[in-house]
């Protein structure tokens, strides 16, 4: 078994990334996570939060005022992934339009 | 429309995270990375080095020879996604127990 898979299957996907990004600064709650994540639905962002919790990336809070306060918080170990993965994103930001001219160019070799 | 996100439909894959670490050293053969790739499919292979390709990451060169020999090679912007991917590799390696742990511990709270 391949152990760097077996994280992969965590860590390198987008939308676990995307969210890990946006609790850099602090707690979130949902609706704040929904709103910046660009093009998450509702079920997908559950999910992302659930396995990432689950795995102690992150903590779910919940305050018993009306109406219910939910948030969510990376943990030290969280913390150090977004530490990790912050080359990737800088490097995504830094290349896309180096990509989106490869693709042109590619796609324009039919 | 978020850009982070458009970029990290490319590098936020595992496979492709997975093919990039691999030619790190230099090009290799399809079969050399199908056996280095634990898990991954014939198609999934297939997919991901087309799209990696059109992406600029990786060029692929066939020699005519018998039988016909295609390897694939980071070009320069690979080699910088490589550098840039190779944190949150490490992170992934250093900490697949902490995450086993924390897995388990959620599981057993039923």
């Given at each position: 078994m391949c152990r760097t898979r077996a994280v992969l299957d965590i860590v390198g996907d987008k939308w676990a990334l995307l969210v890990v990004r946006m609790l850099k600064d602090g707690p979130l709650r949902f609706t704040e996570l929904k709103r910046a994540i660009?093009?998450?639905?509702q079920r997908m962002l559950t999910v992302t939060l659930r396995d990432l919790e689950r795995d102690g990336i992150l903590t779910r809070t919940v305050r018993n005022v009306m109406p219910p306060h939910v948030s969510y918080e990376l943990t030290p170990t969280g913390r150090t992934l977004r530490e990790a993965a912050a080359p990737l994103l800088e490097w995504s930001l830094e290349n896309l339009p180096h990509i989106e001219a490869a693709r042109a160019a590619y796609d324009s070799r039919g």
């Open positions: 660009d093009g998450i639905s």
